[in-house]
């Protein structure tokens, strides 16, 4: 199947727990989006890694690159309810147009 | 900043019926791009734009026009809407390039139903 085609995973933890999402991609790309998509909203990008770098943080998230294995993830520390979202990971091949998306997380925090 | 402006919000056809998104930016953006979304699912790229006038099919094209007249506006046509096909469709540009890859802009999205 496409990717985009398949459902959305889904990750349910507790308020205050670590989570991490995965992403494998199919085709050499020089940088990862991690997007995030709220109810009703467009997604929106919280974090990028580039092909040079293996790992990248922001705040409470971190993403991690291997490009040998074709594969990222993104981790969220110390999760609270507002980070209840659903998380895609993007690759555009070698700085291309061509923007594809990752099959997605659906993650939800509770108290 | 900037804004994605997709209209209408919520789009009503009949089976058989040509029915047109409209999307506008006012980034400056040189390239833009339609998504679809199912219930449940991930993103598919149907069309993208690098630049006024040009068109790129994506991964879902069959079924769907695109037309990038102005810099600051990209229309998908659903060529003949199918009750399968009711999903969002959301659009999005980027100023493309740079050593931070395509990050995309995205609108609210439009909803598609068919009925």
């Known amino acids: 199947s496409q990717w985009g085609e398949e459902n959305l995973q889904a990750l349910s933890i507790q308020e205050g727990e670590d989570v991490t999402m995965n992403c494998s991609y199919k085709?050499?790309?020089?940088?990862v989006h991690w997007y995030r998509q709220d109810s009703g909203r467009g997604p929106a990008l919280i974090i990028l890694?580039?092909?040079?770098?293996r790992e990248k943080r922001s705040g409470r998230l971190r993403a991690t690159l291997d490009t040998s294995s074709q594969s990222s993830s993104l981790s969220i520390t110390a999760a609270q309810c507002e980070d209840t979202a659903v998380y895609f990971c993007?690759?555009?091949?070698?700085?291309?147009?061509?923007?594809?998306f990752g099959s997605g997380t659906r993650l939800l925090v509770s108290p | 900043g900037g804004i994605i402006t997709q209209t209408p919000k919520f789009l009503i056809g009949q089976e058989g019926q040509k029915l047109t998104l409209k999307c506008q930016q006012n980034?400056?953006?040189?390239?833009m791009y339609w998504y679809r979304q199912d219930s449940g699912k991930g993103l598919r790229l149907i069309y993208y734009?690098?630049?006024?006038?040009?068109?790129q099919k994506g991964d879902l094209s069959e079924g769907y026009d695109a037309s990038r007249e102005k810099k600051s506006s990209f229309s998908l046509t659903v060529t003949s809407a199918q009750k399968n096909e009711m999903a969002v469709f959301l659009c999005?540009?980027?100023?493309?390039?740079?050593?931070?890859?395509?990050?995309?802009?995205f609108g609210e999205g439009s909803r598609l139903i068919v009925v």
């Open positions: 999005a540009s980027s100023p493309a390039g740079g050593d931070s890859g395509n990050t995309l802009y």
């Open positions: 085709t050499y790309t020089t940088v």
């Open positions: 993007a690759t555009d091949g070698t700085g291309g147009y061509k923007v594809v």
């Open positions: 734009s690098i630049t006024e006038n040009d068109l």
């Open positions: 890694i580039r092909s040079n770098e």
């Open positions: 980034f400056n953006h040189d390239t």
